[in-house]
C-alpha cells in the first residue's frame, strides 16, 4: 500500500470510560460506555465514532463510483449502524449496515453502485471477511 495519509489518535483513562484525542488536537473527546452496556452514556463511544467514519467513508466511495457511472448523485446519504455484541469465544465483536440512498437513480442502479463503492471504500477493506456488514439500498 502507498500511504496517502496517516491519522494519529491517544486514548487515556479507562479506555471506553476516558478521553481520546487526535494529535492534531481537532478531536478531543469524552469517551464514556453507553447505558445499555451499563455506563454512564455521558461521553461518545467507539462505536459511534466507527458509524460516523464508515458512513463518511462509504458516502465517499459511492460518490466516487456513481460519478464514474456518470449518475446523478445530488441528495446521496449513507446512514450507518454499528452494532456491538459477544462472540462465543467470550469476545466482542461488532456488524455494520449501511443505508444507501441514490434518490435520482433506479433501485437496480443505486444496489449495482452500492455493491461497487463496498469494494472500494477502505472501511470495507478493512473489514471485508472480519465482520458482518450490510448494505441496504432505500428508494427515498
Not at 486514548?11 to 471506553?16: C, F, H, L, Q
Not at 454499528?82 to 437496480?108: K, W
Not at 472480519?130 to 432505500?138: A, G, K, Q, R
Amino acid at each position: 500500500m502507498k500511504t496517502l495519509y496517516t491519522a494519529e489518535a491517544l486514548a487515556t483513562g479507562e479506555g471506553r470510560d476516558g478521553q481520546a484525542r487526535s494529535a492534531d488536537g481537532r478531536l478531543d473527546l469524552q469517551l464514556a460506555i453507553p447505558k445499555e452496556m451499563g455506563g454512564s452514556g455521558d461521553g461518545t463511544n467507539p462505536e459511534q465514532l466507527f458509524a460516523i467514519g464508515y458512513a463518511a467513508c462509504f458516502h465517499s466511495a459511492l460518490r466516487l463510483v456513481a460519478r464514474q457511472a456518470k449518475a446523478d448523485v445530488s441528495d446521496s446519504t449513507v446512514g450507518s449502524r454499528v452494532s456491538i455484541g459477544t462472540l462465543d469465544n467470550g469476545g466482542f465483536g461488532l456488524a455494520v449496515e449501511l443505508e444507501v440512498t441514490l434518490p435520482n437513480v433506479d433501485h437496480a442502479t443505486a444496489q449495482a453502485l452500492a455493491e461497487k463503492a463496498h469494494q472500494v471504500c477502505p472501511y470495507s477493506n478493512a473489514t471485508r471477511g472480519n465482520i458482518d456488514v450490510n448494505l441496504v439500498v432505500t428508494d427515498d
